[in-house]
T-cell receptor, first 117, second 114 residues
Framework: GDSVTQMEGPVTLSEEAFLTINCTYT??????LFWYVQYPGEGLQLLLK?????DKGSNKGFEATYRKETTSFHLEKGSVQVSDSAVYFC????????????????FGKGTHLIIQP | GAGVSQSPSNKVTEKGKDVELRCDPI?????LYWYRQRLGQGLEFLIY????????KSGLPSDRFSAERTGESVSTLTIQRTQQEDSAVYLC????????????FGPGTRLTVL
């Protein structure tokens, strides 16, 4: 079945450091790929997405490129801020129930990012 | 409302009791999703509604779990005869049309089964 693997956390960085959070996936067909973020005390919210190979999603200084050849969607940011501290989830779309046609997302376990001033 | 709301925010129950979790999606969103997040795990998809219909219920963990949606709006997730392994945060999301349209998540209900 479909699955998403992302790097375990917590990841601790200093402010202005370069960030990479790795995400790889296994899926049948051609899924769409997403990064969701959960800030402390808040609900999950969409950060960025890419719907086909070589697409680059970007938002709030974060970027991720849909790499079909490596089945990856790594999240990057050139200079992180304390306010970026959150849990980041990589996810893919596509039928999660065989033959069901459901539209639920398959999520990774999340990466807790801590940015120190 | 402005976003997806869920109630209660926290629920503590005794093993064997039934619980109902409620989700109010964003007005006009036809698609509604339920997920479960157990401690240290990613989100686990449970069920999806398009309108009031759930095309596939096989993602529900056991026959103790059921869900319904009425008026293409409010949804209720019911867990009968709760077990300790049901302890988790239950998240609801809605999207305007399903597919790859953005899912907007509620704050979740934290269920603790003693």
């Amino acid at each position: 079945g479909d699955s998403v693997t992302q790097m375990e956390g917590p990841v601790t960085l200093s402010e202005e450091a370069f960030l990479t959070i790795n995400c790889t996936y296994t899926a049948t067909g051609y899924p769409s790929l997403f990064w969701y973020v959960q800030y402390p005390g808040e609900g999950l919210q969409l950060l960025l997405k890419a719907t086909k190979a070589d697409d680059k999603g970007s938002n709030k200084g974060f970027e991720a490129t849909y790499r079909k050849e490596t089945t990856s969607f790594h999240l990057e940011k050139g200079s992180v801020q304390v306010s970026d501290s959150a849990v980041y989830f990589c996810a893919l779309s596509g039928p999660v129930i065989s033959g069901g046609g459901a539209d639920g997302l398959t999520f990774g376990k999340g990466t807790h990012l801590i940015i120190q001033p | 409302g402005a976003g997806v709301s869920q109630s209660p925010s926290n629920k503590v129950t005794e093993k064997g009791k039934d619980v109902e979790l409620r989700c109010d999606p964003i007005s006009g969103h036809t698609a509604l999703y339920w997920y479960r997040q157990r401690l240290g795990q990613g989100l686990e998809f449970l069920i999806y509604f398009q309108g009031n219909s759930a095309p596939d219920k096989s993602g529900l963990p056991s026959d103790r779990f059921s869900a319904e949606r009425t008026g293409e709006s409010v949804s209720t997730l019911t867990i009968q005869r709760t077990q300790q392994e049901d302890s988790a945060v239950y998240l609801c999301a809605s999207s305007i049309s399903g597919g790859v349209s953005e899912q907007f998540f509620g704050p979740g209900t934290r269920l603790t089964v003693l």
